[in-house]
Each structure stands twice: as structure tokens, then as C-alpha cells.
């Protein structure tokens, strides 16, 4: 069984900054594409971000195409998202995830407010 371990999200005013992270164990030992899922209140979990296993594909949601940035370590199933010029509208619970596995974290709360 997969396990996440999210954390880096806190309060932050608009146009901040947050690097979250995600450790991923019980993989046994593969190296798998990683994901950021984010879900606000009252609204349906949604894609945010995409890393392959390689590192060398990214995919992002338009609604943070340049101000956020998916990276992770290389050979090892940890990702970070690093978030600048954060809005209002980025509020929400953000998850990792690994594409095709059911397994989710505990999120980590991203709250973007004066």
C-alpha cells in the first residue's frame, strides 16, 4: 500500500509564495509519475499538476500555467510544487497522488488570504 506524506501549506497573503512537498512510501522501490490534485471547499478534487517518472514531462492546469512549478527528486517518488504570485482562488486542500493507484494522502490546507 502506497502512502503520501504532504506538507508545506500554511496561510499566505495574495501574491505569496508556498513550496509544498510529498513523500510517497511503500512503492517497492519503483519509480512512478506523480501528480498535485487540489479540492476547495465545495468543489470537486481537480488536476493541478503532472511530473512523469523521469522528470522530463510536466503537465499544469491553465489556471496556474506560470505561476506554479512541479519538480521532483530524481529516482525517488518525493515531488514539490512550488506556488508564486498565489490568489484567493488557489484556497484549497492539495494532494499528491500517483496516476492509476487509488491511494490518497491527508492533503496539506493552502489558505491565500489578507
Known amino acids: 500500500q502506497v502512502q503520501f506524506v504532504e506538507s508545506g501549506g500554511g496561510l499566505v497573503q495574495p501574491g505569496g509564495s508556498l513550496r509544498l512537498s510529498c513523500a510517497a512510501s511503500?512503492?517497492?522501490?519503483?519509480?512512478?509519475?506523480m501528480q498535485w490534485y487540489r479540492q476547495a471547499p465545495g468543489k470537486q478534487r481537480g488536476l493541478v499538476a503532472s511530473?512523469?517518472?523521469?522528470?522530463?514531462?510536466?503537465y499544469y492546469a491553465d489556471s496556474v500555467k506560470g505561476r506554479f512549478t512541479i519538480s521532483r527528486v530524481n529516482a525517488m517518488n518525493t515531488v514539490y510544487l512550488q506556488m508564486n504570485s498565489l490568489k484567493p482562488e488557489d484556497t484549497a486542500v492539495y494532494y499528491c497522488?500517483?496516476?492509476?493507484?487509488?491511494?490518497w494522502g491527508q492533503g496539506t490546507q493552502v489558505t491565500v488570504s489578507s
Open positions: 511503500g512503492s517497492a522501490g519503483r519509480v512512478y509519475g
Open positions: 497522488k500517483i496516476p492509476g493507484l487509488t491511494f
Open positions: 511530473i512523469s517518472s523521469g522528470g522530463d514531462s510536466t
